[in-house]
């Protein structure tokens, strides 16, 4: 009994090695090279900028280290294909309405349906049809009940306001100004973040009021004029965001026909907490869809545009005005220019040693004929249909902002000759924005809705003497007036569309779909797209995109790149013809340390750190172009051999039987009467 026990014991404690053994094993396959992240952090330290190739200062054993590989030579490039951005999000229940199993439950609900995607961009470069980058964004969810003190503060700052609220004629819902909590939520928020860079959304709940209310972007009430959208959401400058869902309901969206409406009632998440009562499962599920897509759309939204980085940005502003007085009114170049200097000033747009500039030129319509030619050449129109005594058939004009960015490609040398515009320096980015002031009574927009349009090398906008325009939007049952004169938000949200690549907060480009979807939840409050917020301000989203599109432009460029290295060298033998070469050795120290270099990317990226970021990848790319030079030269020295090989012999036997069998075939044909003679007979 005894003999079996300790046998028994001895199995057991046989397979805990074998599988210490084996996880060890697996694990170090993984494992940094011991003194890699070191050296590299003491380069990052002396060459910020990574302007010194790091391969040279590297000692022999950390080269033996980087020298073999478990892959197959043709397989090397699977670790650069499979990257992923792991994204830390935290999400805080505020309120006594949700119960202790509430971020249990939501975590599965997200768990269970989120899976591994790409980054994409909604328009790609004209040398390639795929909108998905090669790096890959990943959830890491962690969801907690926060404190009862914080929900007990939220509920008497709301109370305090609604008391202190008089009621609209216009509007069934309070007005609260969205500050007073939002600063409560900031408060938290210092506290409670991590150094991980994540990003903290708080769902507050706080039961039924006296009266319903919804939260106010800036001052002033909606008048017959004006109309101000109220919202239960607000994305503050640091990384965090909170949704009142005790709030509205409210609803705006397309007045008439169109995608991304907030509908007035319990079917969309936002308004999870209103009508008919629900199951704890089912506001759980309404709740985790709502943060599912506050993820897709805020933390790892689509790309407008490819973003390379250049270290000199130059924003051009063409002013093309019509009248004889030019009206500075609705069109403050300094405020817009402030909006950008501001941020870049406390460490948001600019990576590493990028220098931001702004410069305005003016040109007469008059005196332009090109400027003339572009807005005739734009201009269209469209009919609708009113409902007054009768139906009654409207045509309205619009300008076609694709013909007008044609007309200035084509003519962007006479233009810039007109207006006085020297060449930039080499590597500048330039990115002219044109202003069409016209002097035209009636309202002009381009494409029937738009103020500004975004291209990828330009700006167009334009304003009339019209002052306000009714849009085909809606706000909480009133149309949205759109204030043609007034030009500074529109070009905030176009310029950083253009220069930075930052996607509007309605659209994303889904790959199930294969387009672009659009929906407005997120387009109320901080934010400078959209029809509903008056805010030229930007939110951390924004800040963000900004720099992490730069990130992945590069990093998706070094890979693309990386690839085609790996390509390269198998057609001209692979790993042999490197070995024979004597370059073997070079070839995979240099492609183990890019890989380490590119996975100490995502890392830094996934920790929102976009300034190691960068250095990484400008560290790669000495490795990226070593390895090159590599290739190219067993390209050159690759010799062409001719291998001789004798002729198989000739098939006797086969072509024997052949002839024998057409022969006997012959025969039977030719004696077909004779042989078959008696057969005919019978019949």
Known sequence: MMHRRISGGSAAIFILLSLHILTTTTTSTTLPIPGLDTFLTNQFRHDPKATNDSYGSLSSSLKRSLSSSHLHFTSLSQPLLSLSVPVSLHVRFVGDSFPSSSASTLSSFITSAVTTDNFHVISPPDSSSDH????????????????????????????????????????????????????????????????????????????????????????????????????????????????????????????????????RGEFHPLAAFHGRPKSEKALLADLASLVYNAYQVLL??????????????????????????????????????????????????????????????????????????????????????????????????????????????????????????????????????????????????????????????????????????????????????????????????????????????????????????????????????????????????????AKRNVILTSLNTTISSAVDVIDSAVAYGGEAVLVKQNRHSEFMQRWNLLKYKMEKSVSALSHNDFEMALYYLRSASHDLYSMHSVVYLASQEVEASLNCFKDPPFPWGAVSVSGVGLVALSYVYAKRDRLFKSKRKQF
């Open 300 to 545: 790892v939204p689509s790309l407008r545009i490819p973003v390379y980085f250049e270290e000199s940005l130059v924003v051009q502003l063409i002013h093309v005005y019509g009248s004889e007085h030019k009206d500075p009114v609705g069109l403050d170049w300094e405020k817009v220019k402030r909006t950008f200097l501001e941020e870049a000033d406390n460490g948001g747009l600019l990576l590493g040693e990028q220098k931001l500039s702004f410069k305005s030129f003016s040109v007469n319509y008059r005196e332009c004929p090109i400027c003339s030619f572009a807005v005739s050449r734009g201009m269209n129109s469209y009919t609708s249909r009113f409902l007054f005594d009768n139906y009654t058939l409207i045509v309205s004009e619009y300008l076609d902002s694709k013909h007008m960015h044609r007309t200035l490609t084509e003519s962007g040398d006479e233009l810039r000759r007109v207006a006085g515009i020297h060449e930039e320096e080499e590597f500048a980015r330039v990115l002219p924005v044109y202003v069409f002031d016209l002097d035209v009574n009636t309202p002009l927009l381009l494409d029937r809705y738009h103020q500004s349009v975004a291209f990828k090398d330009m700006v167009i906008a334009v304003r009339t003497r019209g002052t306000q325009s009714v849009s085909d939007y809606t706000c909480n049952g009133r149309h949205v007036f759109v204030h043609t004169r007034d030009l500074e938000r529109p070009l905030v949200g176009s310029i950083l569309q253009s220069m930075w690549g930052v996607s509007s907060t309605h659209l994303t480009w889904s790959p199930r779909h294969n387009s672009t979807l659009v929906d407005y939840t997120w387009s109320v409050g901080h934010t400078p797209f959209g029809p509903f917020s008056d805010i030229s301000s930007l939110s951390f989203v924004q800040k963000d995109a």
């Open 132 to 263: 998905n980058l090669a790096v890959s964004h990943s959830l890491n969810l962690d969801a907690s009940l926060s404190p009862t003190s914080l929900s007990s503060r939220l509920d008497t700052t709301i109370k305090s306001l609604i008391s202190s609220t008089t009621s609209s004629l216009r509007s069934n819902l309070l007005s609260l100004p969205y500050s007073s909590i939002d600063e409560i939520v900031k408060q938290e928020y210092e506290k409670e973040k991590h150094g991980d860079g994540g990003v903290y959304i708080y769902l507050l709940s706080l039961g039924p009021q006296s009266k319903p209310y919804a939260y106010s972007y800036s001052h002033g009430d909606s008048s017959a004029g004006y109309t101000k959208c109220l919202g239960s959401i607000w994305t503050g400058k640091e990384r965090y965001l909170w949704i009142d869902l005790s709030a509205g309901p409210v609803d705006y969206g397309p007045a008439l026909s169109g995608d991304g409406v907030l509908p």
